[in-house]
Structure formats: C-alpha cells, structure tokens
C-alpha cells in the first residue's frame, strides 16, 4: 500500500515557477514508478510526466517538454515536478501516481501504469 500526498501547488503569474512535491508513504517507494497527471476544468485528466523507479527514464507531455522537470529523492520518499515558465493553459489540479513495474506496459502516460494516487494539488497561473 502506497498513500500519496501532493504540495506546492498556488497561484503563480505566468512566466513563474512552482515545485510540487509528492510524498508517498511505504517501505516500498523506490521500487515504484512515478507519474504527474493533471485535470483542468471541464477536461480530462491527462499526463504531464513520469520518472522511473530508479530515476534512470523520464517521460514528458509534448505540452510541457523543456520547461518541466520530474525528479525524485527515494531516501526522502518523494518525487518532483519543477514547473518553469508556466502559462495559464497549465492551470490544473495537479496528480502524482505511483505503480510497480508489473503494470508498466510500455508507457508511462497510461494511467493503468499506476495503481495509487493522490489527492490532487491546485496550480493556477494567472496571464
């Protein structure tokens, strides 16, 4: 069992940085291949970036590729989505994901990758 919890979410002015943070909780965390989702308004959720268990492989949206950066620390059990020059289009509620390779079918922007989530975090960038 894997509990996730999302933070650093806010409001920010376009052209701004934020640096979410997700903490998982488990003995197991370094095993678990990571993933950031977001859902804005009226949308459907849809992935943002993932970072292999052993930090080795990173993935990113198309909308969000040279300007966010999925990290993770797996002595602080927590994985990162440093987010540069932001613009309104990427206000979201914003998910973390975590799934063990036996779910990983060759993408990581499938959400049946993973098998936790977390609640969500807010980010709204105003222009």
């Known amino acids: 069992q894997v509990q996730l919890v999302e933070s650093g979410g806010g409001l920010v002015q376009a052209g701004g940085s934020l640096r979410l943070s997700c903490a998982a909780s488990?003995?197991?965390?370094?095993?678990?291949?990571m993933g950031w989702f977001r859902q804005a308004p009226g949308k459907e959720r849809e992935f943002v970036a993932a970072i292999s268990w052993r930090g080795s492989r990173t993935d990113y949206a198309d909308s969000v590729k040279g300007r966010f950066t999925a990290s993770r620390d797996n002595a602080k059990n927590t994985v990162y989505l440093q987010m540069n020059s932001l613009k309104p289009a990427d206000t979201a509620v914003y998910y973390c994901a975590a799934g063990p390779d036996a779910y990983y079918s060759g993408s990581y922007s499938l959400e049946n990758a993973y098998g936790y989530w977390g609640q969500g975090t807010q980010v709204t960038v105003s222009s």
């Open positions: 488990g003995r197991t965390f370094s095993r678990y291949n």
